[in-house]
């Protein structure tokens, strides 16, 4: 599961780039905040966004997989997603 859960999530980073769509900044923080903050954090930074109960307790059910991923190979994951972004798009904003 850990495997799988990277190489998506750098698929999507490296593959989907050229899909022309601006990231959005709430996207971001969610999945900065997802590979680096703890359970409670995380559950904290989830409930801004009004989700049914069930999709944080998957959220949360899914980070379980995600915490046990090393840290090092979580910053991997992040610089790749952030790369891509600002290599597709030249920067991280919203009216481009």
């Known amino acids: 599961?850990?495997?799988?859960?990277?190489?998506?999530l750098v698929?999507?980073?490296?593959?989907?780039y050229d899909a022309g769509g601006v990231i959005c900044p709430a996207a971001v923080t969610d999945t900065t905040?997802?590979?680096t903050f703890n359970k409670p954090?995380?559950?904290l930074q989830a409930g801004r966004f009004d989700a049914p109960p069930e999709a944080v307790k998957a959220k949360l059910?899914?980070?379980?997989?995600a915490?046990?991923?090393?840290?090092?190979?979580?910053?991997?994951?992040?610089?790749?997603?952030v790369t891509s972004s600002f290599l597709t798009h030249g920067c991280?904003?919203?009216?481009?």
């Open 33 to 35: 905040a997802f590979l």
């Open 67 to 81: 915490d046990k991923i090393s840290i090092g190979n979580r910053w991997l994951i992040l610089k790749a997603l």
């Open 61 to 65: 059910e899914t980070k379980k997989c």
């Open 1 to 8: 599961m850990r495997l799988s859960l990277s190489v998506l």
């Open 92 to 96: 991280f904003c919203s009216d481009i």
């Open 11 to 16: 698929t999507l980073a490296l593959c989907y």
């Open 41 to 43: 954090l995380y559950k």
